[in-house]
């Protein structure tokens, strides 16, 4: 089920106490003592550059890019000056509350109440990445991020608050720019860890509102829609992509990237996910698989524009523990086919860049065709169908105010092994009565940054329909109550505090 | 743990150190490295936001094309050594201008010097267009601001040290008008006190004259 679901970037992080966690924990605090000593108390790249945040994040909104950004991105993190200890350290944490938090389960005589969030309405830190970032030679540069999540896992042996350790995005690139009065030229190719990672418009899901969840049953309703399509649900986001791009005269844009399992070389790829582990299984690959990009861009005054594609196919085979309906990790079963996700979207992009404001709007409308060739797998059905589209709005005053608004719809074939009472893996409150995906989420959004380093946001997810129900989308027969898709709105009050 | 060569990784790798292996002095982004020449420098990270041939299209940035070639020096310079720290020029500039030498200074000003400045298309109001023109011919003596034109040339074209301001962006003339009069964040120029009378009406009239230039065709 967990294919089907979406599995929040944040749930990536996760720790087994060996030495690469001990390194990186010393590592961020010999960081933050350097960073005391520095005039730019910011990330690694902003140390680079010598410049501000809002260079070239739009509006100081990270991870939005301005078209600077966008331009420092495609030529390979070299702009600047060479760091000697190019490291950076993120924390992320908050209090999130859900307005209906007990969650029930029946054995067809007796209910039982639980609470779905532990920490409902308690602040709690959710992760902190450590960033390994930035210019190594002229033409070659890195931008990698390894995340612990405070409680990544809600569900190892019951046990909440589980962290765990592991990477969260990883890009290394060449890249070269030619520059002239009547050409422009970039191109460059990457190894990363994750469809998307590459892309440099905030459309794309690897990089779209709201852009954090808090983690593991924190997160479940905060982040927005609970099913997501192959390529918004980061569950590629532990593969080895090998990819290049070329970006001619600041119009058109092309991208093509193959991925295959993170093994031998490359399983640091995936790092904290692994056979053992059932909560953070490595995804395995059939062969390549195909991911592309295409973008058209223009600009005018303060105003830019982005429209493009992107599409991926991508086969992922089952564990050996799958039962029917749920995937629980483990080994691979290499033999046992794959579930093959094929997925077709198109997006765009405009930005308004004009101190003091600064106004960004993306949307996004993706297509997935799933066929589950996998015995047991996480499907009922062979074939499903999944449309998700996206939108968000939000305005900035002065790099300091914003506001935004997002909003996500999914609809999909409805299959009990995957979204209904069949699976196993899913709780009363997130199964559906009648097996159907359809999710619809508003997120608004306010944030007030102090400074650069700092932002501060309210949250709020309300949900106008859950899992194809908006009254009682869950099932009841087995005597638990009526849950509203309303039941699960959460406000989330966080902070993002970035060195 | 039995380590198992990717031959797909493994070559992308051995290529990445092969083409990266030395300085690209042609292509470079360094901008801490004094071997890289001034216009290299300007076409690699300049124009990102100026333009390759310094007509910005943001108004967000400057138009550097036929700029004055000591005005775009000085002002490199006084970011270099933080001596200009208006908000945006701390936010873009300082960090850019922190490991320029002189003579990337003086190539990156004559490269942009260089360049044909192309005239804006814009939508212009006839009575602000001859307000703007009136402050720039002749000032306005009764609050103290002399004319423009004494300075930046009948053409706009400045001279020296005073910049040119035809073709200018009126929002990045309006701002630095703004700066002139509310902050010390420009020093060593005699603008704050030529700004200083300026009402908001009176920097957008003539910051809209300037940007149309050659308006003034029209207008005689």
Redesign the interface.
Known sequence: MSDFMAIKKSELASGHRNILHLATVALTLLLLTLATKTS?AIPAF?RQ????C??CHAGGQYPELT??GR?FKL?GY?????QLIPLSAMFVGGMASTRNNVGTSSDGSTVTTSNINQQNGRFEADNASVFLAG??????GLFSQFTYGWAASSNNGGVNNQGHFGIDNFD?R?A??????TH?LIWG?S?NNNPGVTDVWNSHPTWAYPYMSPQGARGAFAGGVPVATYLESGAGAQT?G?GAYVYLNKNFYAELD?Y?SA????SFLAYGNNNSNPNFPKAYLKGTNPYFRLAYTT????H?LMVGAMGMNAAQYGYNSESAGMVSGGPPNLSGGTTNYQDRGIDAQYQY???PHTVTAQVRYLKENITDNTIGGPAGNLVNKLNSVFGKVSYVYNATYGAGLGYQNVTGTADSNAYGVANTGLSNWSASANNSPNSTAWIPSIWYQPIQNIRLTLQYTAFTKYMGGTSCYNDTTQGNPCRKASDNNTTWLYAWIAY | MK????P???G??I??LL???C???D??????NPNVAGKTLA???C???HG??GNS????FPKLAGQQPDYLVDQIKNFRSHQRSDA?G???M???A??LTDAQIKEIANYYASQPSEPNHVKTNPVEMAQGKAIYDKGLLDKGTPPCIACHGPNGQGMGAFPRLANQHA?YII?QLQVFQDTDDRPGTPMKQVSHPLTSDEMKAVAMYLESFPIEAKLN
Do not use: M
């Not at chain 1, 070299?78 to 060479?82: A, H, K, N």
């Open positions: 730019y902003a550059t010598g410049q501000n809002v260079a078209p600077y331009y030529t070299t702009q600047g000056e060479r210019k190594i030679l002229d033409n070659l290394l060449y070269d720019h030619y520059a002239g009065p422009d190719a190894l080895a090998y193959a295959q093994t031998g070389a490359t600009e005018w005054g303060a830019n860049l004009l101190n | 380590l198992k060569l990717n797909y990784f493994c992308l790798a290529c990445s083409l990266a292996g300085e690209n002095l292509r470079s982004r360094d901008t801490a076409l690699q990270v124009a990102t936001c390759v041939d299209v943001s108004p967000f945006v701390v936010q873009h300082w960090g850019l922190k490991n929002d701002k």
